[in-house]
T-cell receptor, first 114, second 109 residues
Framework: GAVVSQHPSRVICKSGTSVKIECRSL??????MFWYRQFPKQSLMLMAT?????????EQGVEKDKFLINHASLTLSTLTVTSAHPEDSSFYIC??????????FGQGTRLTVV | GQNIDQPTEMTATEGAIVQINCTYQ??????LFWYQQHAGEAPTFLSY??LDGLEEKGRFSSFLSRSKGYSYLLLKELQMKDSASYLC??????????WGAGTKLIIKP
């Protein structure tokens, strides 16, 4: 099946620093990429929708200046958590869609801000 | 508003059968997905239904009734490794996935 690679899988950073998470579709060109956040024992929460070459669409309540999304090509999207704080500690997951009916997930990134 | 409902938690016995239900109300419908998620890991795809009926894939089957806004995931011959959360998600008219909160399935020996 299609593969979506997300890197890094785990990251620990100091409060106030920025962290970049990469999401790559390895064997297909992704129509759209999505970024999700998941707190422990909760469902996935959509943060933003990203289409190649255009600005990401953020969900209500998600700060676009804090969570910077760049979708430079059809196979790569990045999420940068700027000026991270402990409350940003979470599990971040990307997914990439092939066509409109197939959604593949990256492995997820566990971010811990200390 | 858009809403996906599924039970919070279910318990079943190894070797048995369990059915996880999902009801939905969304703006448009472009398919329903079931995902399995083990603790600390990303979801993995199980099934996709866009037409009414039953889709069988090995030990797992998924059923859809669009008129009732209802789906279920059926797991047969349960194994301990099936202990996980099962997420129901509907793709709406904007091709966005709307997620249920997930059903935590506990398998007992």
């Amino acid at each position: 099946g299609a593969v979506v690679s997300q890197h890094p899988s785990r990251v620990i950073c100091k409060s106030g620093t920025s962290v970049k998470i990469e999401c790559r579709s390895l064997d297909f060109q992704a129509t759209t990429m999505f970024w999700y956040r998941q707190f422990p024992k909760q469902s996935l929460m959509l943060m933003a929708t990203s289409n190649e070459g255009s600005k990401a669409t953020y969900e209500q309540g998600v700060e676009k200046d804090k969570f910077l999304i760049n979708h430079a090509s059809l196979t790569l999207s990045t999420l940068t958590v700027t000026s991270a704080h402990p409350e940003d500690s979470s599990f971040y997951i990307c997914s990439a869609t092939r066509g409109h009916t197939e959604a593949f997930f990256g492995q997820g990134t566990r971010l811990t801000v200390v | 508003g858009q809403n996906i409902d599924q039970p919070t938690e279910m318990t079943a016995t190894e070797g048995a059968i369990v059915q996880i239900n999902c009801t939905y109300q969304t703006s448009g419908f472009n398919g329903l997905f079931w995902y399995q998620q083990h603790a600390g890991e990303a979801p993995t795809f199980l099934s996709y239904n866009v037409l009414d009926g039953l889709e069988e894939k090995g030990r797992f089957s998924s059923f859809l009734s669009r008129s009732k806004g209802y789906s279920y995931l059926l797991l047969k011959e349960l194994q301990m490794k099936d202990s996980a959360s099962y997420l129901c998600a509907v793709m709406d008219s904007n091709y966005q996935l709307i997620w249920g909160a997930g059903t935590k399935l506990i398998i007992k020996p």
